[in-house]
Each structure stands twice: as C-alpha cells, then as structure tokens.
C-alpha cells in the first residue's frame, strides 16, 4: 500500500503537530476536530492551523505548506476520511472516547486504509476492544513525540491482529517520508522512551530532594556530564510542563506490572504539587522551577529552592566533582561529596531500570537505546552509557546501591552491550550472543564507514573517507565544524586524490554527522589574527578560500554537498559552490557575515548574485537581481528549513532534499555518482553590472533604512561596502565583469571592513557573548 | 667619581615630540599640567636628584643600613635628603590633592622616578614603596581609612611597606600562612612573619604603615582565600599623632649584594592591630593594584640605573686616553686617543644608549596611558589605555631591567679593570641593577605573565593595542623616502613577533609548556620590536625639525644616527629569538630531572 493522502483526527498542539508534518512531506492532509456549535463549524480545526503558522518553532517548514492541510469537523467532513490512506487519531486519553470515534470512522474510511492512534500511555489492546475485525487488522500505535516535525522519535506498535504491511508501510512511510528514526515498541505502558523517561525524572527529582541538592547542581549533572541535554531534569519538567506531569504518573500506575520499579519510586513532593496547584506549571505557565523574573525592568534568572518552595537568584554552577571527573562518568559516580552521590544514584537507578525492561517493552537493546536518544534527545542510549562505565562496574555499582542487578547485566558478565567486530557495530542479545546492528536499506552512515575503516587522509580540521563506489567524502572535525585552513587543506587534497574523475575516484561528496553542517569560519582565529594585525594572512586566507571554492565548482568531477543543521557563513559558501546540494529537509542556510561586520568573501556575494540573475522569475532589468542579492545578504537571512533555502535561491531548484537524515549520505552518494557518469564542469558567468549608478541607487536605499533606525552607523559602512561589490565596483554596463573581478571586488570589501574598529568590535562581541552587536 | 646629569633636554624631547603630553592638559583634573608647568617641575626634581640625592648614593652603599635592638639605621644624610624631599612636596607628586597631593599626572612621576632611580636607587625605594601603599589605599581603603592614613602618606610624613612575601612562599602566594583575627570593634590581629619587606623599618619618618597579606579564619584555600589589612607600626592616637607600639617588629635585615642603604627586613606580627583594606578574602586583587604598578616602578629603575651606566660610560671613554685609532692617531697632540674612537667601546656606548632612549620613550608612553585610563572623559579610550597599559607592564618591568644590568655591566666594561674597582662607582650599579631583575615578580615571571594571561586574554585584545598602531605607523612610514631605511627592518622585525605571537598563542592553547617554553624569548622579542617603534617615532620626529631647522640640530641628528644603529645592529638579535622560539619546548625538556 502507499500513503498519498492522510487525515489526521484532533487538532490539539499533536495533532496539529502532526497535519502539519504530513504536510512538510509533500502529503495532503485532512485536519478535523469537533463542531463548533455556533459560527463556522469547523473554526477549531482552521484555528489550529492558524495557530501552526504563528508557533515558534515553526511546526511548517515554509508557509506555504499550511495549503496542504484541510481542515474541517467531524459532524460535516467524516466524508473526508474516504479518501485518505492513513488517518492518525489524537485526541483526549481517554479509552471510551477514543472507542466511540473509532466507530464513527470505521465505516467511513477507505477500506484497506491504516488507521494509527497518537496515545502515549493506553495499550493497544484496550483501543480496539470492541471494534470490528477489519478495524482491528487495519489499526497501529503511531507515537510522535513533540514537536512532531523536529523530535525524531516514533514509536510505532502493531497488535495481534495489526496487518504486517501495513506496518511495515507505515513505518517505511514515516522514515523515508517524515524523516522519523522509527523504533518498534511491544504493547507495554509508556511503550520505551517514556516508560524509562518518566522513571529517570522521578528519580531524579527525588534523589535531589533526597540529597538536598539545588535544582541546579541537580541539572548541571543530570545534563551535560551525561550527554542529556543541559536543560537536565528540571528544566526539562518545565519545558514539558509541571502539571502534565501527575496525568503520565497516573496513566502509568493504572496500567503498570504489580512489580515495576516505578511504583516502589512514585512520589508527589508538597513544593511540585504547591506550585501546579498555583499556576507555575513551566513555561507554558507564570514559570517553573526556573523562571525570568522581569518585575523592575530586569531579566533576572531565577530558581525554585526546592525546601521553602520560594523563588530565588537563581546561580550558576561550577561543580567540582564534574570538573575534576571531566569525561569519565565512573569519576563522576565516584566523586566524594553529595553531588557525586547524586550522580551514582540517578545512573545506578535509571540504568538499572531501563537494562531490566529488555525484552519487556523491546526485543533489543539498540531499539532501547534508539528511543532515549531520538525521543529524549540523549547523547548515548542507556546501554551506551552502562558501556562507558563498564557493565561489571555497573554491576558492583547496583550492588552497592542495594539495587537487583538486571538479568541483562548478569547475562553481559562483564563484556560490554556494544563491540566492533570485523569494522561491523554489534549488540549483545538476550541470549547472551552478539549480533549486528543492522541498518534500515538504503541508510548509509558515516559513522558506520569510520568504525569500518580508517580514513584515507586527515588533518586537525578534517578527514577523508572512501564511502564506497569510487566517491570520496570530506568530513569536517573542528570544533562547531568551523572552517579554517585545514579544512581548506583537505579539500586541496581531495581534489589531488580525485584528479580527473576517471581513475579510482569519481565524486567528491563533503558531508558529516554533526548536529551543525558547519557554522562558518573560524572566528577565534580570524579575531586573533586581526587582533595583531596580521592583514597579508588574513588576505591570502580570503583569497585560499576563493580559489579553493572556484577549484571545487569548475572541478572536473562532480562535487555533492549533503548538509544538515546549521550552515553558516563559509559553511553556506562550500554549499552555494557545490554541483549538487542534496539538503537534510532541517539544514539551516544563511550569508550572516553581516553580523560580525564582513561580507560573504568566498564567493558568496558573486555566486548569489549569479543565481538571482538567472532566476526566470524576476523582474527583468539589471537592479532587480543586485537589489536582491543586497537584501538577503544585509538581513542576513537565514533559511528556517531547506524548503526555504529554496525560496531563497541559497539553495537551487534542482537541489534535493531528504527528510531522513539516516538516508542523507546515500541519497548524496547516489546523486554524485549519477553526476559522475556524463559529467561536465558548469560554464564561467558574466556579470552585467551598473557601477556607481548602482551603488548610490542601493545607498540611498540604505539611507532611508538609517534615517528609520533600522541601520546602525556600521550596518551603514558594511552594507555600503556589500553594495559596492554587487553593483560590480567601478564597473559600467558596456564592459560585462568576470568572476575573477568580482572576487577581487569581495575580498577589497572584506580587508577595507576587517580593519575598522566597528566590525572587530562586532567579531569580538559575537565571540564572548554569541551574539551579534547593534553598533 | 661617578657623575650624574639628569637628562632633561631628552625627557622634553619625549614628553613634547614622542608622546605628545600636552594633550594632558586637556584630561580633567589635570588643567594645570601644562608644558611649562612639567618641564619646570622636572627641572627642579633634577636638581634635587644631581645635587641631593646622588652625592648619597656612593656613601649609602659603602655604610648601608645598620639593625640594633629593633632600630634600623639609614646611612649618614639620609634622613636630611628625605625631609627635603617630602618638604618639596615630592611625596605628593601626583596625589590626589583632597589629601593633600599636587594632582599631576602620573606621567610626570614616571619621569621623576628615573632621575631618581639613576641618582640613588637605595633611596627611591622609601618614597618609592610609600607611593604604591598609598595607591592601594586610595583605590580599596575605606573612606575613615583614608582620612585618617592618606593624608601622612601623601605629606611623606609616614611611609608605606607591602608585605606579601613569608619564609616559603614568594611567587605562589596562595601558600601565605599569616592570620587575622576579626576582633569586636571591627578591627583585626595580625599574627605571622613578612620576609624582604623593603623599607620595613627605618629612621626616615615617624611612622610606617604596613599593607599585609592575611588569612581570615573563614578563608577559602589558595590566592581567593587572601585578604589586605592596613597594620601600623604606630596606632595613631585620636589626634592623628603616633600612639602606642603596636605589634609590628623588625627581627632582622638583610645582607644584600645591592641597594644597601634600603633597608630589607624580616617583619614579625604578632596579635598585631590592623584594619581590614578592600574586601574579605579580595585582597589579591588591591595587592596587584599595588603590584602593576610597582612593576611599572620597578621598569623605571631599569631606565634610570641604564642612564646613569650610559654616561659614566661615555665620561669614562672620552677621558680615558689609550692606543691609538685603528685608522691613525685622531688626536695627535694628545699622547693617545680617548678609547670613544674604537668600534667596539662605541658598540658598547651606543648599544647602552640606544636602549636607554628607546625604553626612556617607550615608559614615557606607558606613564601617559596609565594618565588616559584614569582621567580620559570617554569610557571606550580610557579601557583601550589600561588594556595597553595591562599587555606592556610585564614587558617594561622585564626589559628595562634587563636593559639596566645591561647597561651597567657595558658601563663597567668600558672602565676596565678601573669598573672593577669599588670607588669608580659603577659596579655599584651592577650590583644595585640585579634585584630589579627579580623583584616584583621574576623577569621569568613577567614573560610568564606576557603568553600566560595578556597573550590569550579575550583572544588576543589586549594585544590589538600595540600590534594596531606598530602596524599602521609602518605601513604609512615605508612609504616615505627618508623613513623606509628605519621602517623596513623594523617591519621585517614586526612579522617575526607577529608570527611569533600567532604560533604561541595557537601551540600554547593544546600544551602550555611549549608557551612556557617560549616565554622569555618572546617577551625579549616584543620587547625589541616595540623599542623599534619608538625609535621610528624618534627618527621621523627628529627628521622633521632637521627639515624645519628648528631646534637643536647635533641633538637631532645624534636620534637619527642612533636610530640607524638600533636598526641595524640591534633590532636583528630578533631574527635569532624568533628561531629559537621556532625550536620549541622539546629541547628544555626532553633532559630528565635526575640527569641534571
């Protein structure tokens, strides 16, 4: 079966969530809720997807997307569900509602159609009870978790009687379709990330009540130290919300075994219940266990004393027991004071807990694993982080914590859960035997190809790595993938190893697996250069990037770029030179030099200007395209998603985009070597350019802007220095400017603006406090 | 004999063409100082220096100072020279006049300190640690401590000490084990014993005021658990007049290779009364409010005993008749030439010249941004003088000292065996130059401090204050004719300390030891470099007025000609510094300690 269209029934903040994805995907979708009982009665569900368009962040990944989604009731519109492939139901938790609307939709919707609940906590079995047998074939769990289009997680559980392709359509769908990493979960309460989720927060929350430890010492280690994100456990309760927190408590001790660890760990604390019952339910609410107190015209940061339950100055925290241990968690579990403690009770709990729920809530421990990372955001699964303190120490650890050691600890008996073998990543099973870790088809990663082989070449900054088929791929490994010399070193050496294209290698692809494709050049040097005035070299660093950048575009084999996250800067520029760009759907491109004072100077400002020139759409004439090109990149704009990228022209029409970023390597491996096979370099552009007449038209532009203070007195001078290179210098509309004057015309721009007082302020400023200065 | 001529017609040259202080007039507060106001104060501290305080400095090294029951005695006169001295008002140069100060600028003082550190450096410790007290009071005392403590610094009538050093702990001062004990009225008891307290007992004034490193019983270990208390030797009375002893001690002093007439003592505190200074456990941060500038002071010490090296020197060699020039008699109706014709006596002299004026310029610059960042009207411009003021004290403080025992030692070369001789007087200086190498932080320390903490600070800020302005002076200066024979090598010299900075500064962040290992070299290095840039800003100074025909013509001309040699002869040594620093930690350290 194949999902074309789909509906999605209820259009609360998932619901909507998740329209609105089907939406991302290129899906037409069907939003309904109830009636409204007065005016148009479908206002709920056209609310919501009004609501969409406003949330932050954007749950659409262009607006235009919003003409996707259909809303509509379920009094007037059930005739909708006829058409559609897949509807996903979620609505209130509650078990007889759930029931009477599925009666009300089974004999409406296409036959053979899937229909999925969005329930996080009500079994399986329960939802069908009752509902007829084609229902009962045709029905699956499908657990988002939110927000839908940025959290990774699905949960997807099948029934007895669920249609195996129909799950397995549906699964194949939300992976390659929506981009989700989908974990098959058993029927079991909390299916896997929540069933460990919400232990690990009641734990954690108790042991620092316990320890009387502040909130935040309690989030400076239950964060970072353990590869969770910083926001730890309570600022991770506030995002989620205060009062959501008893309903999962309650839904979970309904449904729950007799024996589950969670019960014996169940607590309400007077301070928590305190605060729900006044309204600080987190963010959503007058605030949490931290919030921002404006009250006398400041922002002050505050946090709740977990005793007195009262607001105070809330402090930053430097623990040294997390310094002293630096990234060995055993040092942390063992560190001497209650912090340490703290730690060791927490991993030893949760660890614990989660090793004794396989093959309960799973078959596998990667499945485990898969769901805390993609579902909770953690760095390393629960297994992963019982191999980074070794499962015999992990044992002793239970021991000592009075806590039974898991089946699954003893079954490892010392051997870790995880090992490479023959370059292949393998798990420890039930059984006691290790298997491979097998990836979906078609998922190509890295990270696989590096514990497989070691890379052809590298450097401080960057490594090569042979990915198979003749394609040789770039991976940057600076810190934040800043681009700096090395980086530009091994694009040197890729291009030497690549030669002509006709000989070992064919297709260059520049890829990697950070959360931030890259976020530009590296600052902290270019700062420190300037700082002692170091022109030539920062010059010739201008310049090596320009001819390193050309040297990729006119190469004579294909390069593709495969970005995700952030692309910034000189990270955006590599891409805006790529023969191909196949975008992860969240890559986030932008020219943002503007902000630390500079112009895009390897080549950005000449190639950007080069597409807007081209695009078939603008208005003809030759300001359109410069007063373009001057727009995007004095606004430092920024694309929100790749479908954006597009309409911003950073990315080009015939660019892809992959939803899944498991599949993103593949996708640009498949399209490199497609490339490959007639391949033939782009021609040189010509630029017909207006010169000074140009540049005072811009001006006066600008003047405008300064005189509405919407520009700074250096926004002035740098966006002065932009309009000089894109109206082409002294150039004059007879004599048509080659690529090389216009890079020349970039890096004059660039060596006049590093020099001024102004835009080293701006690096400066950019550097200590990571955002850009309004001077 | 030794002699002494302080060197006015050069500390104009600076103050009026190099530094330009008649912009001092302009900063608040300093409306009076004008050119002639300073050029006469100065006149009249030359006076002081040649005539008072230099004919003791001979005399005060061979009598030193004497230790009997307690009492230190200072050598014969000077006692006197100190009551003309603070009854000129000296003490209160450039003190606030609220306490009763003269309130000129910190430059001036600067400039003083030389003639004084070259006339008689034993006695320019007294006011010299009096001064660094009284800026360490003013900026953290309490406003009753103040009023009662400032005004007797200022008027010279009490003197100030820093007691920071004890028996095992000089440079790792979190190691200080002296105690205070918070007592009812709010004051303290100070218990513990000061090592190398300069000026820490004496007969020069009525009272001295200890300023002491402490811990209070509820102090965090190491330099955050220190706090600076204020301990006088004489508990005033309600009436401002000394009182009773308080529990304050000289136990001994000490026998030093120099600077004898200053006296060193061993202090010993015990339940000794004193007053909490700033804030508990703060008191690091007064002390090297104390510090900066005591090693700026210290730098000037350098400066001044290279001075006065440098014109025994030239004396010396111009009288002193012996052999003939290499290229024939120059003077055939005397029975030899003076040793001044020979190359080498002239590489000596000069070498000693050039750095002297060049560090003279160069601590000019300094003393008027300490000026700048305290009275310029605009935040930005006085946060820019004190970030140079920060990145340029270690390297004063290391390289004119440096420069000082040098100078001493060509001054005692160029006297042969007569240098040798105690009465000649200049092994005098040698021997008076070598603690200022040490002192107020090691000269190793001082590099430390140079890659350690300026170097990296804010990713290389501090730094843009020099590195800016060499810049933009040489690329204007190489395009002009009559200047690019000084501004090339210097440029050449530039690049090698910019290469330098940028490869230290990025090894240093992955292996502290390889910064470690390039320290002293490197701030040798910048220190040469930024002598060089004085020197041009000398040479295109001079040129000018030769152009112009204004002034004195055979002083100009003798700044272009020393400034050839700087270039030429002296600024190269950068070439070598710059290969060593190249060569790394490994060879310092691949040698085992056992193998030593």
């Not at chain 1, 107190?293 to 005793?307: C, F, P, S, Y």
């Not at chain 1, 000592?400 to 370059?423: H, K, N």
Request: net charge negative; proline share 5%; glycine share 10%.
């Amino acid at each position: 079966m194949q999902i074309k269209r789909a509906a999605v029934i209820g259009s609360g903040v998932m619901g909507s969530g998740i329209a609105a994805h089907f939406a991302n995907a290129g899906i037409p979708v069907v939003l309904l809720d109830i009636a409204s009982k007065e005016g148009d009665r479908s206002a709920i569900a056209k609310g919501a997807v009004q609501k969409l368009l406003k949330a932050d962040p954007a749950p659409f990944m262009h607006p235009k997307n919003a003409k996707l989604v259909t809303p509509g009731n379920l009094e007037d519109d059930l005739h909708l569900l006829a058409e559609v492939d897949w509807i996903v139901e979620a609505i209130v938790e509650n078990p007889a509602i759930k029931a009477d609307l599925y009666t009300r939709i089974d004999p409406v919707r296409k036959e053979g159609s899937v229909v999925s609940s969005n329930t996080s906590t009500i079994p399986l079995n329960v939802l069908v009870e009752g509902q007829s047998e084609a229902f009962q074939r045709d029905f699956l769990i499908t657990h988002f978790f939110n927000p839908p289009r940025y959290m990774r997680l699905l949960e997807i559980v099948g029934g007895e009687k669920t249609r195996p392709d129909a799950l397995a359509a549906v699964a194949d769908f939300c992976d390659r379709n929506l981009g989700k990493g989908v974990v098959r979960c058993k029927d079991t309460p909390g299916f896997i990330a929540n069933r460990i989720g919400v232990y690990w927060i009641q734990t954690a929350i108790n042991a620092a009540v316990d320890l009387g430890l502040t909130v935040e010492e309690a989030d400076a280690i239950v964060g970072r130290p353990m590869g969770i994100p910083k926001t730890g456990v309570f600022g991770l309760v506030d995002l989620v919300g205060l009062d959501l927190m008893p309903h999962i408590a309650k839904s979970l001790l309904a449904t729950l075994p007799e024996n589950d660890a969670y019960r014996a760990a169940f607590r309400e604390h007077p301070v928590i219940t305190k605060m729900i019952a006044e309204g600080y339910t987190g963010r959503k609410g007058k605030g949490g266990f931290y919030r921002l107190n404006r009250a006398g015209g400041q922002k002050v940061k505050e946090a709740i004393d977990l005793t007195t339950g009262e607001y105070r100055r809330s402090e930053k925290v430097k623990l040294e027991s997390v310094s002293a241990a630096g990234r060995d968690l055993k040092a942390l579990a063992d560190f001497p004071d209650k912090t340490g403690q703290y730690a060791r009770k927490v991993l030893a709990q949760t660890l614990a807990y989660a090793a004794s729920l396989v093959p309960e809530i799973a078959d596998s421990i990667v499945a485990v694993d898969e769901g805390m990372r993609l579902g909770y955001n953690w760095k390393h699964g629960p297994f992963e982080l019982i191999d980074r303190l070794g499962t015999a120490w992990f044992a002793d650890l239970c021991r000592s914590e009075g806590i039974p050691v898991p089946a699954l600890v003893e079954t490892a008996a010392g051997q870790p859960f995880y090992r490479v073998e023959d370059g292949k990543l393998q798990h420890l099973t039930t059984a006691g035997v290790y298997d491979n870790v097998v990836r979906p088809e078609g998922v190509l990663l890295l990270s696989d190809i590096k514990r497989a082989s070691k890379p052809v070449w590298k450097n401080g900054s960057a490594s090569l790595w042979d990915i198979g088929d003749g394609v040789l791929c770039v991976e940057f490994t600076s810190k934040m993938n800043a681009v700096d010399g090395d980086i530009m070193a091994a694009y040197g050496k890729a291009m030497g190893l690549i030669g002509d294209g006709k000989g070992q290698w064919k297709a260059l692809v520049i890829h990697n697996e950070a959360d931030n494709f890259s976020v530009g050049a590296n600052l902290g040097l270019a700062l420190f250069a300037l700082n002692i005035g170091m022109w030539p070299q920062i010059e010739e660093m201008v310049e090596g990037g320009q001819r390193t950048y050309r040297a990729l575009k006119y190469a004579p084999f294909p390069v593709v770029a495969a970005p995700s996250g952030l692309a910034l800067g000189g990270g955006c520029e590599i891409l805006l030179h790529s023969d191909h760009v196949q975008a992860h759907a969240e890559t986030y491109m932008g020219l943002v030099e503007v902000g630390v004072g500079l112009i895009p100077a390897w080549g950005g400002c000449t190639e950007m200007l080069a597409r807007y020139s081209k695009n078939p759409k603008a208005p003809k004439g030759l300001m359109p395209p410069i007063a373009t090109a001057f727009e995007t990149i004095s606004l430092a704009k920024v694309a929100k998603s790749a479908a954006e990228a597009k309409d911003l022209m950073y990315l080009r029409a015939s660019d892809g985009i992959t939803m899944n970023r498991d599949r993103l390597l593949a996708d640009a491996k498949a399209k490199a070597l497609e490339l490959a096979q007639s391949y033939t370099p782009p021609e040189k552009t010509t630029y017909t350019l207006p010169g000074p007449t140009g540049r005072t038209a811009l001006e006066l532009f600008l003047e405008g802007f300064a005189l509405q203070g919407k520009a700074t007195p250096h926004d002035q001078v740098v966006c002065g220095a932009l309009a000089e290179v894109l109206t082409g210098g002294n150039a004059d509309i007879t004599e048509p400017v080659t690529e090389e004057r216009m890079l020349g015309l970039e890096r004059k721009a660039f060596m006049e603006l590093v020099r001024t007082s102004g835009t080293i302020d701006r690096v400066e400023h950019m550097l200590t406090t990571g955002k850009p200065l309004r001077n | 004999m030794p002699i002494y001529k302080a060197p006015l017609e050069d500390v104009r040259f600076v103050l009026d063409e190099i530094v330009g202080a008649d912009k001092l007039a302009q900063l608040p507060g300093y409306e009076d100082a004008t050119p002639d106001l300073i050029n006469q104060v100065l006149e009249e501290g030359a006076k002081l220096c040649e005539e008072v305080l230099f004919p003791l400095n001979q005399s005060g090294d061979e009598e030193g100072c004497t230790f009997e029951n307690g009492v230190v005695r200072t050598p014969k006169g000077f006692k006197e020279a100190y009551d003309t001295y603070i009854a000129a008002g000296w003490q209160g140069l450039s003190c606030d006049p609220n306490y009763g100060g003269q309130g000129l600028p910190k430059l001036v003082n600067t400039m003083l300190e030389e003639f004084i550190c070259s006339a008689n450096l034993s006695f320019g410790m007294y006011p010299g640690l009096s001064l660094g007290a009284y800026n360490a009071l003013s900026m953290y005392g309490s406003e009753e401590l103040k009023q009662r403590f400032l005004g007797r610094l200022v008027d010279g009538t009490w003197s100030g000490t820093m007691c920071l050093t004890e028996p095992h702990c000089g440079t790792d001062l979190g190691l200080i084990r002296t105690k205070a004990v918070p007592q009812e009225d709010g004051s303290h008891k100070i218990t513990g014993t000061k090592i190398f307290i300069s000026a820490g007992e004496h007969d020069l004034t009525e009272n001295i005021l200890h300023l002491v490193l402490a811990r209070l019983p509820d102090a965090p270990a190491g330099t955050r658990g220190i706090s600076l208390f204020l301990v006088p030797k004489f508990l005033p009375k309600d009436d401002g007049t000394p009182g009773p002893r308080n529990g304050v001690a000289c136990g001994s002093i000490e026998h030093k290779m120099g600077i004898k007439a200053s006296s060193t003592c061993v202090m010993n505190f015990e339940d000794a009364t004193g007053w909490l200074v700033g804030e508990p456990h703060k008191g690091m941060r007064a002390m090297f409010v104390m510090m900066n500038a005591a090693r700026l002071a210290v730098g000037i010490q350098g400066l001044g005993l290279a001075e006065v090296s440098y014109q025994n020197a030239v004396n010396y060699a111009r009288e002193r008749l012996q052999g003939r020039s290499l290229k024939g008699a120059k003077h055939p109706d005397k029975p030899a030439d003076p040793i001044i014709v020979h190359p080498d006596v002239r590489k000596n002299l000069l070498t000693a010249r050039a750095y002297t004026e060049g560090a003279r310029a160069l601590g000019a610059l300094v003393g008027y941004h300490l000026d700048v960042a305290e009275r310029h009207p605009d935040p930005r411009t006085r946060k820019e003088a004190d970030e140079f003021v920060q990145l340029m004290t270690p390297i004063v403080k290391a390289l004119f000292t440096d420069i000082g025992f040098d100078a001493a030692n060509i001054a005692v070369q160029v006297h042969g065996g007569h240098g040798f001789i105690w009465e000649t007087g200049v092994e005098q200086y040698v021997r008076d130059a070598r603690i200022c190498q040490i002192y107020e932080g090691t000269n190793g320390i001082q590099a430390l401090d140079l890659v350690g903490r300026k170097l990296g600070q804010d990713m290389g800020r501090l730094l843009r204050r020099f590195f800016h302005p060499v810049a933009a002076d040489i690329e204007t200066d190489m395009e002009k004719e009559e200047l690019a024979e000084f501004a090339l090598p210097l440029a050449k010299a530039f690049a090698k300390l910019q290469q330098a900075t940028a490869i230290i500064a990025q090894k240093g962040l992955k292996d502290p030891e390889e910064a470690g290992a390039a320290a002293s070299d490197y701030l040798r290095l910048f220190g040469l470099v930024a002598l060089g840039w004085m020197w041009l800003r000398m040479v295109k100074a001079a040129q000018a007025k030769l152009a112009a025909g204004e002034g004195n013509a055979a002083f100009y001309d003798a700044k272009v000609k020393t400034a050839r040699f700087y270039m030429a002869k002296l600024l190269p040594q950068t070439n070598a510094l710059f290969i060593t620093i190249m060569a790394g930690a490994k060879p310092l350290m691949e040698l085992e300690d056992a193998a030593f």
